[in-house]
C-alpha cells in the first residue's frame, strides 16, 4: 500500500503503535484476568489474512509498532507462520509480542530471526504461587523459555503484575533476576479491567511503594524515557546489574497524555483506549466483498479522532474501569 496520511487524534496525538489480539483464548486462567469462560466463536475470529490486511491498512498509516498479543497467542494453530508472514510483508515495523511462555521456548531462534522483541508475562517465581495465581504448575515452562531468549539473544522484558499481599515479597528475586541477565524487569499496577474483575483496594500495590521497597534493596538510577522501547514505563538501572528495573503505571501517574496506541481484538473490534469501551468493528469490513481498504481506512481515521484522552477512566477505580477483561483486549 501507498503511504497514507497519518492518523492523529483531537488532541494532536499520532497513532504509531498496534496492539493485536490473535486470539481471546488463553492456557491460563490468571485469577485477575478473565474469570468468566465464553471464548469468542471461531467464525467471528478474524483470519489471519484479514489481521494482515489491518496491519498493512495501519503502516501505510503510519503505524511503527506492532505488538501480537492475546489471549496467548501461541495457542493458536498457525501463529509462527504469520509471524513469518508478517515480517516478510512488513519488514520495518517494530514487531513485538507479548506472551505467557508457556509454549514459545522452541521458538526462540525463529524471533530472533524475524527480529521480534519479547514481553513475556511472569507474576511470580515461586512454583506453588505460580499455580494458585495461573491454575496451572507450570512455571518452569516459563522459566524455559525465558531462559531460551535470553540465549538465542531476544531483547526481553518480564512483565509482573504487582498484587499487594501475593507477589510483594518477591521484590528481591526480581531484582535478582534483573542483576544476573540481561533482562527488563517490570512491575505493572494492577488495573481494574473486565465486568467480573477481582479487583478490591487490598490487592493494589502503587509503584510508589513498590519504588521505595526496590531502593530499600538496592542502588537504583532513573533512565531517560525511551519512548519506543519502553513505551509507558518508568526505567531505572540497577547498580552493578546486566539489566533494568522498571514500573508502569497506570494508576498512579497516567500514562495516557502521551498515548499512541490502537488496539484490535480478535474479532476485528477496533479500540482506540484500553478504558474506553467503544469500539468500531473492523470484520464487516474485511468481510464485505465491496468494501476495500479506503473503507478500513476511514474507520480507524474516526477511531483516532475520536481517542479519549484516557486518564479520567480510571478515576472510577471502584468498578471496572472497562467492561472487557484483558485476555480479550490483549492488554
Ligand atoms: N497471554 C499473554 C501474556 O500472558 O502475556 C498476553 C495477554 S495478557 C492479557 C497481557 C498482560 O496483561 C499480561 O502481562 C497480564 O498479566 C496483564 N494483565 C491482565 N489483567 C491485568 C490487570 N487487571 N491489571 C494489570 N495487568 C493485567
Not at 516478510?88 to 511462555?101: F, H, I, Y
Request: net charge positive; aromatic share 6%; charged share 25%.
Amino acid at each position: 500500500m501507498d503511504c497514507l496520511s497519518p492518523l492523529v487524534d483531537s488532541h494532536g496525538r499520532q497513532v504509531r503503535y498496534l496492539r493485536l489480539s490473535v486470539t481471546d483464548r488463553c492456557n491460563l486462567r490468571c485469577v485477575y484476568c478473565r474469570v468468566d469462560k465464553t471464548f469468542i466463536p471461531h467464525d467471528r475470529v478474524l483470519r489471519y489474512e484479514e489481521m494482515e490486511r489491518i496491519v498493512a491498512v495501519a503502516v501505510a498509516a503510519g503505524v511503527r509498532k506492532l505488538r501480537l498479543t492475546g489471549g496467548e497467542p501461541f495457542v493458536r494453530r498457525g501463529f509462527p507462520d504469520f509471524l513469518r508472514r508478517l515480517r516478510a510483508a512488513q519488514p520495518d515495523v517494530d514487531l513485538c509480542l507479548t506472551s505467557n511462555g508457556i509454549l514459545l521456548a522452541p521458538y526462540a531462534g525463529l524471533l530472533r530471526d524475524l527480529g521480534v522483541r519479547v514481553n513475556l508475562s511472569l507474576d511470580t517465581l515461586r512454583p506453588q504461587r505460580f499455580e494458585r495465581i495461573t491454575g496451572r504448575d507450570l512455571l518452569p515452562r516459563v522459566l524455559a523459555s525465558m531462559d531460551a531468549l535470553l540465549k538465542a539473544g531476544v531483547p526481553l522484558k518480564l512483565n509482573a503484575v504487582a498484587l499487594r499481599g501475593v507477589n510483594d515479597d518477591e521484590l528481591p528475586g526480581f531484582l535478582d533476576l534483573a542483576r544476573s541477565r540481561p533482562l527488563d524487569v517490570r512491575f505493572i499496577e494492577f488495573m481494574p479491567m473486565g465486568d467480573s474483575t477481582v479487583w478490591s483496594g487490598r490487592s493494589y500495590w502503587p509503584a510508589t511503594d513498590i519504588l521505595r521497597a526496590a531502593r530499600e534493596l538496592c542502588g537504583l538510577t532513573p533512565l531517560p524515557p525511551h519512548a519506543d522501547t519502553d513505551g509507558p514505563a518508568r526505567m531505572y538501572a540497577l547498580e552493578g546489574g546486566m539489566g533494568r528495573f522498571g514500573l508502569i503505571t497506570p494508576l498512579t501517574h497516567h500514562f495516557c497524555a502521551g498515548c499512541n496506541r490502537l488496539r484490535v481484538t480478535s474479532d476485528g473490534r477496533l479500540r482506540s483506549c484500553l478504558f474506553d469501551d467503544h469500539e468500531y468493528r473492523l470484520a464487516p469490513i474485511l468481510r464485505a466483498p465491496r468494501l476495500s481498504d479506503e473503507t478500513l481506512l476511514r474507520v480507524m481515521r474516526r477511531a483516532t479522532l475520536r481517542k479519549p484522552i484516557g486518564a479520567h477512566m480510571l478515576e472510577k477505580r471502584q468498578g471496572a474501569a472497562a467492561h472487557k477483561a484483558m485476555s480479550a483486549i490483549g492488554g
